[in-house]
């Protein structure tokens, strides 16, 4: 099992950044990759990016390329997610996630936390 816990979340303007955290436990030495998903109200979650475990290799969704950075930490039991000209549509309450070797979703999730961007 792997436990995960957010952190980060906030009420910010457009225009301005927030860094995310995650912060892995558990069977942490089994995660292949880590992801960011977002759900904003009424829509369905949306992947926001992915870092491969092992070589810190990370892919975005097109709607945050180049405002958006997932980073791992030192100790690889923690992840980020470097979020910066923020817009109103960012808006939405942020997971980790963690894909664990083996298995074939990320089944393991976070309890999310809310980000909200004014304009």
């Known amino acids: 099992q792997v436990q995960l816990v957010e952190s980060g979340g906030g009420l910010v303007q457009a225009g301005d950044s927030l860094r995310l955290s995650c912060a892995a436990s558990?069977?942490?030495?089994?995660?292949?990759?880590m992801a960011w998903f977002r759900q904003a109200p009424g829509k369905e979650r949306d992947l926001v990016g992915a870092i491969i475990w092992s070589s810190g290799s990370a892919q975005y969704a097109d709607s945050v390329k180049g405002r958006f950075t997932i980073s791992r930490g030192i100790a690889k039991s923690t992840v980020y997610l470097q979020m910066s000209s923020l817009k109103p549509e960012d808006t939405a309450v942020y997971y980790c996630a963690a894909l664990l070797r083996g298995e074939s979703s990320y089944d393991y999730w976070g309890q999310g936390t809310q980000v909200t961007v004014s304009s």
């Open positions: 558990g069977r942490t030495y089994s995660i292949t990759a």
